[in-house]
Protein backbone atom coordinates (compact mmCIF):
# COMPACT_ATOMS: atom_id res chain seq x y z
CA UNK A 1 0.00 0.00 0.00
CA UNK A 2 3.13 2.32 0.90
CA UNK A 3 4.52 1.92 -2.72
CA UNK A 4 1.01 2.41 -4.07
CA UNK A 5 0.85 6.04 -2.73
CA UNK A 6 4.18 6.56 -3.56
CA UNK A 7 3.77 5.65 -7.29
CA UNK A 8 0.81 8.26 -6.65
CA UNK A 9 2.75 10.84 -5.25
CA UNK A 10 5.94 10.37 -7.42
CA UNK A 11 6.03 13.96 -9.10
CA UNK A 12 4.67 15.76 -5.57
CA UNK A 13 7.74 14.19 -3.59
CA UNK A 14 11.44 15.34 -3.74
CA UNK A 15 13.96 12.67 -3.89
CA UNK A 16 11.30 9.72 -2.69
CA UNK A 17 12.23 6.79 -1.33
CA UNK A 18 13.01 3.48 -3.60
CA UNK A 19 11.82 0.32 -2.10
CA UNK A 20 14.49 -2.22 -4.02
CA UNK A 21 13.83 -5.88 -3.70
CA UNK A 22 10.37 -5.44 -2.79
CA UNK A 23 8.11 -7.16 -5.29
CA UNK A 24 3.97 -5.49 -4.17
CA UNK A 25 1.90 -8.89 -4.27
CA UNK A 26 -0.60 -6.02 -5.00
CA UNK A 27 0.19 -5.11 -8.37
CA UNK A 28 -0.24 -8.51 -10.08
CA UNK A 29 -3.98 -10.21 -10.53
CA UNK A 30 -4.72 -13.12 -7.96
CA UNK A 31 -4.97 -16.51 -9.41
CA UNK A 32 -6.62 -20.09 -8.82
CA UNK A 33 -3.41 -22.12 -9.47
CA UNK A 34 -1.67 -24.03 -7.59
CA UNK A 35 1.97 -24.78 -7.09
CA UNK A 36 2.96 -28.24 -6.35
CA UNK A 37 0.30 -30.56 -6.42
CA UNK A 38 -1.05 -31.41 -9.75
CA UNK A 39 -4.31 -33.49 -10.75
CA UNK A 40 -3.64 -36.68 -12.09
CA UNK A 41 -4.64 -36.65 -15.48
CA UNK A 42 -7.86 -39.15 -16.30
CA UNK A 43 -6.16 -41.18 -18.78
CA UNK A 44 -3.41 -42.04 -16.29
CA UNK A 45 -5.57 -42.48 -13.46
CA UNK A 46 -7.81 -44.58 -15.31
CA UNK A 47 -4.75 -47.46 -16.89
CA UNK A 48 -3.43 -46.96 -13.19
CA UNK A 49 -6.54 -48.44 -11.46
CA UNK A 50 -6.91 -45.38 -9.21
CA UNK A 51 -10.40 -44.53 -8.61
CA UNK A 52 -11.89 -41.35 -8.83
CA UNK A 53 -12.27 -38.54 -5.80
CA UNK A 54 -15.64 -38.55 -4.38
CA UNK A 55 -16.66 -35.65 -2.56
CA UNK A 56 -20.19 -37.82 -1.23
CA UNK A 57 -18.16 -40.75 -0.01
CA UNK A 58 -15.28 -38.29 1.50
CA UNK A 59 -13.93 -40.29 4.82
CA UNK A 60 -12.66 -37.61 7.26
CA UNK A 61 -10.28 -39.23 8.79
CA UNK A 62 -8.38 -40.67 5.71
CA UNK A 63 -4.93 -39.36 5.66
CA UNK A 64 -4.17 -36.73 2.98
CA UNK A 65 -7.17 -36.24 2.21
CA UNK A 66 -6.79 -32.93 1.06
CA UNK A 67 -3.69 -33.90 -1.20
CA UNK A 68 -6.18 -36.68 -2.86
CA UNK A 69 -8.69 -33.96 -3.70
CA UNK A 70 -6.50 -32.09 -5.64
CA UNK A 71 -4.77 -34.90 -6.88
CA UNK A 72 -8.30 -36.05 -8.28
CA UNK A 73 -8.02 -39.63 -6.62
CA UNK A 74 -9.50 -41.71 -3.83
CA UNK A 75 -6.50 -42.05 -2.51
CA UNK A 76 -3.21 -39.74 -2.23
CA UNK A 77 -0.39 -40.31 -4.66
CA UNK A 78 2.72 -40.66 -2.92
CA UNK A 79 5.97 -42.86 -2.65
CA UNK A 80 6.45 -45.68 -1.17
CA UNK A 81 7.10 -44.61 2.12
CA UNK A 82 5.23 -46.36 4.97
CA UNK A 83 5.75 -49.73 6.96
CA UNK A 84 2.82 -51.30 5.62
CA UNK A 85 3.86 -50.27 1.96
CA UNK A 86 7.44 -51.88 2.57
CA UNK A 87 5.83 -54.76 4.54
CA UNK A 88 3.65 -55.03 0.94
CA UNK A 89 6.06 -54.66 -1.40
CA UNK A 90 8.33 -57.32 0.16
CA UNK A 91 5.01 -59.45 -0.39
CA UNK A 92 3.72 -58.75 -3.38
CA UNK A 93 7.82 -59.30 -4.99
CA UNK A 94 7.92 -63.19 -3.05
CA UNK A 95 4.03 -63.79 -4.04
CA UNK A 96 2.77 -62.23 -6.88
CA UNK A 97 3.79 -63.02 -10.66
CA UNK A 98 3.28 -59.62 -11.80
CA UNK A 99 5.82 -58.32 -9.23
CA UNK A 100 8.27 -61.29 -9.86
CA UNK A 101 8.34 -62.73 -12.75
CA UNK A 102 11.98 -64.68 -13.48
CA UNK A 103 12.27 -64.35 -17.15
CA UNK A 104 10.91 -60.39 -17.75
CA UNK A 105 11.21 -59.01 -13.96
CA UNK A 106 7.98 -57.14 -13.25
CA UNK A 107 5.28 -55.93 -15.53
CA UNK A 108 4.74 -52.32 -14.32
CA UNK A 109 1.41 -52.04 -16.25
CA UNK A 110 0.26 -54.33 -14.20
CA UNK A 111 1.70 -54.60 -11.16
CA UNK A 112 0.58 -50.84 -11.02
CA UNK A 113 -2.94 -51.78 -10.98
CA UNK A 114 -1.96 -54.68 -8.55
CA UNK A 115 -0.92 -52.22 -6.10
CA UNK A 116 -3.36 -49.53 -6.51
CA UNK A 117 -6.62 -52.52 -5.99
CA UNK A 118 -4.95 -53.42 -2.74
CA UNK A 119 -4.35 -50.02 -1.47
CA UNK A 120 -8.18 -49.57 -1.79
CA UNK A 121 -8.74 -52.05 0.26
CA UNK A 122 -5.28 -51.36 3.27
CA UNK A 123 -4.89 -48.91 5.72
CA UNK A 124 -1.45 -47.02 5.33
CA UNK A 125 -0.80 -48.11 1.51
CA UNK A 126 -1.38 -44.98 -0.71
CA UNK A 127 -1.85 -45.36 -4.44
CA UNK A 128 1.54 -44.94 -7.01
CA UNK A 129 2.43 -44.13 -10.42
CA UNK A 130 4.24 -46.35 -12.41
CA UNK A 131 7.15 -44.37 -12.11
CA UNK A 132 7.12 -44.80 -8.48
CA UNK A 133 6.88 -48.31 -7.96
CA UNK A 134 10.01 -48.92 -10.54
CA UNK A 135 12.04 -46.21 -8.18
CA UNK A 136 11.68 -48.28 -4.95
CA UNK A 137 12.44 -51.45 -7.32
CA UNK A 138 15.68 -49.72 -8.25
CA UNK A 139 16.34 -49.22 -4.19
CA UNK A 140 14.99 -52.40 -3.23
CA UNK A 141 17.21 -54.31 -5.65
CA UNK A 142 19.75 -51.99 -4.44
CA UNK A 143 19.25 -53.48 -1.01
CA UNK A 144 19.03 -56.46 -1.73
CA UNK A 145 22.29 -56.62 -3.34
CA UNK A 146 24.12 -55.28 -0.58
CA UNK A 147 22.21 -57.85 1.94
CA UNK A 148 23.25 -61.03 -0.35
CA UNK A 149 26.90 -59.22 -0.34
CA UNK A 150 26.97 -58.99 3.27
CA UNK A 151 25.29 -62.64 3.87
CA UNK A 152 27.85 -64.14 1.39
CA UNK A 153 31.06 -62.78 3.02
CA UNK A 154 29.93 -62.78 6.16
CA UNK A 155 32.89 -65.34 7.52
CA UNK A 156 35.39 -63.66 5.57
CA UNK A 157 34.55 -60.12 7.19
CA UNK A 158 33.76 -62.39 10.73
CA UNK A 159 37.44 -63.37 11.46
CA UNK A 160 38.75 -59.20 10.34
CA UNK A 161 36.40 -58.03 12.66
CA UNK A 162 37.56 -60.48 15.60
CA UNK A 163 41.14 -59.38 14.44
CA UNK A 164 40.28 -55.62 14.81
CA UNK A 165 38.68 -56.04 17.78
CA UNK A 166 41.25 -58.28 20.31
CA UNK A 167 41.94 -56.23 22.92
CA UNK A 168 45.47 -57.88 22.61
CA UNK A 169 45.91 -55.06 20.24
CA UNK A 170 45.39 -52.13 23.10
CA UNK A 171 48.42 -53.69 24.97
CA UNK A 172 50.69 -52.13 22.36
CA UNK A 173 49.24 -48.42 22.67
CA UNK A 174 50.82 -45.87 24.18
CA UNK A 175 49.48 -44.90 27.68
CA UNK A 176 47.40 -42.02 28.80
CA UNK A 177 49.15 -39.44 30.40
CA UNK A 178 47.90 -38.15 34.14
CA UNK A 179 48.60 -34.20 33.11
CA UNK A 180 45.92 -32.65 31.17
CA UNK A 181 47.45 -31.56 27.95
CA UNK A 182 47.76 -27.89 26.93
CA UNK A 183 48.45 -26.19 23.78
Not at 27 to 44: A, F, H, K, M, W
Not at 77 to 99: G, I, K, Q, R, Y
Request: charged content about 25%; hydrophobic content about 35%; glycine content about 4%.
Amino acid sequence: MIQERLVFLCDALVEPLEFKGWVNGNLYVPTSERLGILPVPQDVRVASGMKEYDLHNFNKKQQHSYLARMQGTRKAVLPVHTPAEHDLFNDLMESNNTFNSQSSGPSWKLAVKVWNDLADEREGVFYKLTEQLKTFYSQWQTNLNVRQSLSLTTSVRGSIVKKARDPARAEAAPRLTNRPLVP
